[in-house]
């Protein structure tokens, strides 16, 4: 029986992958801004111009010069002469002199000369009429400084700025600021190919009635989501059986094809295990890692060949899938040029003990569960030692091939190596999925 190689942390592993990469310029396609959800930025992205472009109330109110407005109080309103309505999207017809004023609405653009806005609700108009008229009097109860309600030209964005840095990953956000600055289309970085291999005598399609002995093919399908949540594109090659010139034919194709190469199953230690051997075949530098020091994963190979990062998973569905987001997923972002950004991340307290082996990193899939009565969204994170409110953490146990134990749960819990485990009632770190 094959040996595993030296059992590298996952960290150290990574960064050994990645530096045996080559830097390569990111490709780069152009694309509508309101389809560019999820996608990455391929070079910075300097605004038109500024934004806003002219002065804007944020209030509904009079549109007035400041001083005017000077030691007005209840007890002695100053009285500012209304010249008219200020029309919602267009320029207004005149502007605001000494001791006169504008109706504007929020959003709505200061005429020339007005230089603050006062709120509707600090106002009046004068001598008990029920609603403003063009040349009546409006009573100003509250003094307002210059620039007060008013949104300045270029507050938002300057012209020529840079709004999003090269990396950036596009959310709602960016996609609504994008338009706002009239930039319809994008520079992203082009989708990765991640060729996946299923291997396996055992391993049958989905859409087919299993025999005894059998299992459907689960990784092929759970890693494709995953590459394509991060922003890749998955090719699935379909299932191989365990023949050593089978899993190299269409390895070699599927480097051949794409960017990176996924195979599941076929990494542990047995004698039909053929994909290290497989990965060494296909180019240099090759087998990189066999090896990782976690628990699930610990057969996880790492290799590149010829430029071109090759990645075997164990089959057992938990395993395939939590090693995935330790590697796959930094691979497809640094693929993309991807800005480092940090993991959505939460503190709960855990229901049991927890041990663990010292030198080996565990991933434990846990339920959370609220500590007070009302739900709470799990995107809020809650700072370390809180004792009011927070989340509970209860670790879902199972064999590392049962992808169930995987659907009822809310994220993961890291037990660092040098850590030898968590005791009940302890504060430990998720990271969510």
Not at 192 to 218: H, M, N, W
Not at 226 to 249: F, H, N, Q
Not at 405 to 429: K, S
Request: glycine letters at 12%.
């Amino acid at each position: 029986m094959p040996e595993f190689l030296q059992l590298l942390p996952p960290e150290e592993a990574r960064a050994l992958l990645f530096s045996n990469l080559p830097v390569k310029k990111i490709n780069q396609e152009k694309i509508e801004t309101s389809s560019s959800l999820g996608r990455v930025i391929a070079g910075n992205v300097s605004a038109p111009h500024s934004l806003p472009e002219f002065l804007r109330s944020t209030v509904d109110g009079y549109a007035v010069l400041a001083r005017d407005t000077f030691g007005a109080s209840d007890s002695m309103p100053a009285y500012l002469t209304l010249l008219d309505e200020i029309p919602m999207g267009s320029a207004p017809s005149h502007g605001i002199g000494s001791g006169q004023c504008g109706l504007i609405h929020t959003g709505g653009m200061l005429p020339p000369g007005a230089n603050a806005v006062v709120m509707l609700e600090n106002t009046q108009v004068a001598l008990g009429g029920d609603r403003p008229i063009p040349g009546g009097e409006i009573e100003i109860f509250r003094a307002v400084a210059d620039g007060e309600n008013v949104i300045q030209i270029g507050e938002d964005v300057r012209s020529g700025s840079v709004v999003l840095k090269s990396g950036a990953r596009i959310r709602p956000a960016e996609v609504g600021g994008l338009m706002a600055l009239g930039i319809t289309h994008l520079s992203v970085a082009a989708k990765p190919k991640v060729g996946l291999i299923s291997s396996g005598d055992e391993i049958i399609d989905p859409f087919k009635q299993t025999q005894p002995g059998q299992v459907r093919d689960i990784n092929a399908y759970t890693l494709a989501a995953l590459v394509t949540k991060t922003g890749g594109d998955p090719i699935l090659y379909g299932i191989v059986p365990d023949v050593r010139s089978d899993l190299e034919a269409t390895t070699r194709r599927a480097l051949n094809e794409c960017d990176v190469v996924v195979i599941t199953a076929g990494s542990s230690a047995s004698t039909r295990d053929m994909t290290a051997d497989v990965i060494a075949s296909l180019g240099t530098p090759g087998v990189l890692v066999h090896g990782i020091n976690t628990r699930p994963g610990k057969p996880t190979i790492l290799g590149v060949c010829d430029g071109k990062a090759v990645i075997g998973l164990p089959g057992n569905p938990v395993s395939a899938l939590v090693n995935g987001y330790l590697f796959v997923v930094p691979l497809i972002e640094k693929l993309l040029g991807e800005t480092p950004h940090p993991l959505p991340v939460i503190a709960a307290k855990l229901t049991v003990n927890l041990p663990s082996q010292a030198g080996r990193e565990d991933w434990i899939p846990v339920k959370l569960t609220p500590l007070v009565s009302s739900r709470h969204s799990l995107h809020f994170q809650r700072k370390w030692g809180e004792t009011e409110g927070g989340w509970v953490a209860e670790p879902i146990f199972g064999k590392s091939n049962l992808i169930f134990t995987l659907t009822a749960a809310d994220g993961l819990l890291r037990i660092p190596p040098d850590v030898t485990g968590y005791g009940a009632g302890e504060m430990a770190e998720i990271i969510l999925f």
